[in-house]
């Protein structure tokens, strides 16, 4: 009887000693993620549709950040698009649901609706996917060119 109650408690404490690991472990590394993802941001200089935009998505090519390239590019477009004046500010909203309202309720963006997706799908493979390669970037580019070429509206400013 003895034996069957120390090896359960052994088993509880090798389950513990892994558990507390795993937090452990999580606590270091999870303010790096979090670094990580918030360093991508947009820059003040670059504007949506710009030469500066595409070179700059060819540099992030270059140096195979292809992830960051994806974000950064997805993050000019959000900022533009929430300039315009019937972006949905409803905090409820998931990220496809705003796109979705706002290719809607924006009467100009009814032309580009699918190439909106199509970015915000290109978005949350970089967002959540561990690596992305260079067609992903590739892709983001090219549904970025579309937009720009099929819809002037988008890339005008909206002063509010």
Do not use: C
Not at 39 to 46: A, D, E, G, P, Q
Not at 134 to 158: G, P
Request: proline letters at 1%; charged letters at 20%; glycine letters at 4%.
């Amino acid at each position: 009887m003895e034996i069957i109650s120390i090896s359960g408690l052994i088993r509880l404490m090798i389950s513990t000693i892994i558990a507390l690991g795993i937090i452990i472990i999580w606590g270091l590394y999870y303010p790096r993620i979090k670094m990580r993802r918030n360093n991508v941001k947009t820059n003040k200089n670059i504007t949506f549709g710009s030469e500066k935009m595409f070179n700059k998505l060819e540099n992030y090519n270059a140096s195979a950040n292809f992830n960051e390239g994806i974000i950064f590019a997805y993050n000019l477009l959000k900022t533009n698009l929430s300039n315009m004046e019937n972006y949905p500010e409803d905090k409820s909203l998931t990220e496809l649901e705003t796109i979705k309202k706002t290719s809607t309720n924006i009467a100009e963006l009814a032309n580009i609706s699918n190439l909106l997706l199509s970015a915000y799908q290109q978005y949350e493979l970089a967002r959540f996917r561990a690596k992305t390669d260079s067609k992903n970037l590739l892709a983001m580019n090219e549904i970025l060119r579309k937009m720009i070429t099929h819809n002037k509206f988008i890339i005008q400013k909206v002063e509010i």
